[in-house]
């Protein structure tokens, strides 16, 4: 299984960006997508996360700026990161809960990271 990110870079502050992220592999059924970043200094935190039945949760610093969305038939989630902050700059990780068999426990998968930098 792999996760692969994509749509990082280098925005200013009060822009957007759109992140994207497909699970790739040997995949029966995925309970839970999402994202968490990592600032340098800092722990990695919850940006937002989706069930396949839609339910979402969000960390508290996003809320009301950040959008997650999921296509199920397509193993993809996406962040929609509007009004951004200098504080937003981190490494963003998505992230899976998910099985790879009919009888399997779910398990959680991460991808590599892309670096979303936030200009002030």
């Not at 870079?9 to 957007?16: F, I, M, W």
């Not at 960006?17 to 800092?42: D, E």
């Not at 999921?70 to 996406?78: L, T």
Request: some cysteine.
């Amino acid at each position: 299984v792999q996760l692969q990110a994509s749509g990082g870079g280098l925005v200013q502050a009060g822009g957007s960006l759109r992140l994207s992220c497909v699970a790739s592999g040997s995949i029966f059924s995925i309970k839970t997508m999402g994202w968490y970043r990592q600032a340098v200094g800092k722990q990695r935190e919850l940006v937002a996360v989706m069930s396949t039945r839609g339910n979402t949760n969000y960390g508290d610093s996003v809320k009301g700026r950040f959008t997650i969305s999921r296509d199920n038939a397509k193993n993809m989630v996406y962040l929609q990161a509007n009004s951004l902050k200098f504080e937003d700059t981190a490494v963003y990780y998505c992230a899976a809960s998910l099985t790879t068999t009919a009888l399997g426990s779910a398990r959680d998968y991460w991808g590599q990271g892309t670096q979303v930098t936030v200009s002030s």
